[in-house]
């Protein structure tokens, strides 16, 4: 069968990848065609548009770049109506994916989406949309079976994918890759150029405080090296690595990372970890009239209490920062309740099975029965 997959960031393309390969596992003459990055592409993929190409941050920044994002709204249906396949994948990118979720069920094409928009924090009335034009909802996060339940909306929950990759990784990563000299603090500043560029600068003036400790920067792969540059020099406790992020959180003893995925992520390591939000003015004052959650990070959100502290806008500060990463790194009590709570997270994410086996068992099924 032909599948069309849709991911517009870095975690979308590492869960398409994984998606990709449990998908042939099923269907040995399945082709693949998709919007994601190289992981997509060595797990099979033809690649039309890399998500660096795509991702574009916050309300100002996607006015600004909205003829382009409407630029590839009109190419990606030209794009899908040419290649005809029998079912399209969403994986989360909701403002792209939402719109040509509709387009496609006007045309009758299956619609499967894979890790649910997060239409709990805002926009609730989005979900109306959804059930009209996605056939198949599978989400990855326990809270979100009981949000769709209230709109009358049949879910699956198929568990979290980042455990089982994670999982996999620490299996395949002996305990001899942890020895390091000296403590080590993981910078995770985001994988967009705007949110490095406003988060970065700000960890950076924090490793002043602890010139004896190695302060580690995950590079993101769709940022070259030259980005960079610029921003570290002057620290001399800092380096950078790029592709080596996991590497990274396996030998961190604590960590400062922006809101988003890698909070999940750091949390599934069992690092200690402050979570960093900051924004434009505009774009900050405009989200925090339309979100609606109690917390931004994951983490706190899935255990619906506050497990890592979180430091937004203006709180969001080298002194502030300071407090909490000598907290998470030096107060024996924190870190081993943060830990502690890490664990319930994990055991909390594991309960649906592996993610990405048991979304591709069920989107062939539903392509099967229907």
């Not at 309960?351 to 989107?363: C, D, N, Q, T």
Request: charged residues 25%; contains cysteine; glycine residues 6%.
């Amino acid at each position: 069968m032909k599948y069309y997959l849709i991911a517009g960031e870095a975690s979308g393309d590492l869960h398409g990848s994984n998606l990709i390969r449990e998908i042939r596992k099923l269907d040995p003459t399945a082709v693949f065609r998709c919007w994601g990055g190289d992981l997509m592409q060595e797990a099979g993929a033809e690649v039309v548009k890399h998500y660096r190409d795509l991702a574009f941050m916050g309300f100002i920044e996607v006015v600004r770049n909205l003829p382009t994002i409407l630029r590839n709204l009109r190419f990606c249906k030209k794009d899908l109506m040419a290649f005809i396949p029998d079912v399209v994948i969403f994986i989360d990118y909701p403002g792209f994916n939402i719109p040509m979720a509709k387009f496609c069920k006007g045309k009758g094409l299956r619609t499967v989406y894979y890790i649910s928009p997060q239409v709990w924090a805002w926009k609730e009335n989005r979900v109306k949309t959804l059930k009209k034009a996605v056939d198949q909802m599978l989400v990855i996060l326990p809270f979100e079976r009981d949000f769709y339940a209230k709109w009358k909306y049949p879910v699956e929950y198929v568990g979290h994918p980042l455990v089982q990759v994670i999982e996999e990784f620490k299996g395949a990563n002996t305990q001899e890759s942890k020895e390091k000299k000296g403590k080590i603090v993981a910078l995770l500043p985001g994988s967009r150029k705007q949110e490095v560029l406003t988060k970065l600068p700000v960890m950076l003036e924090t490793s002043k405080q602890f010139p004896e400790i190695q302060f580690i920067i995950a590079k993101a792969p769709s940022l070259d090296d030259d980005f960079y540059q610029p921003i570290i020099k002057g620290y001399p406790n800092v380096m950078a690595v790029k592709g080596k992020t996991y590497d990274l959180l396996q030998k961190a003893d604590a960590a400062l990372v922006t809101s988003g995925t890698a909070t999940l992520e750091t949390a599934l390591f069992g690092v200690p970890e402050v979570v960093c939000y900051k924004a434009s003015p505009i774009s900050y004052q405009i989200g925090k009239r339309l979100i609606r959650i109690k917390y931004i990070s994951l983490v706190n959100l899935i255990m619906d209490k506050f497990v890592v502290k979180e430091l937004i806008q203006d709180d969001c500060n080298p002194d502030s920062l300071t407090i909490e990463l000598r907290s998470i790194l030096f107060d024996l009590k924190v870190r081993e309740r943060m830990i502690s709570d890490y664990d319930l997270l994990r055991d909390l994410l594991s309960k649906g099975g592996l993610a990405s086996a048991k979304a591709a068992e069920s989107i062939w099924d539903g392509l099967n029965i229907n």
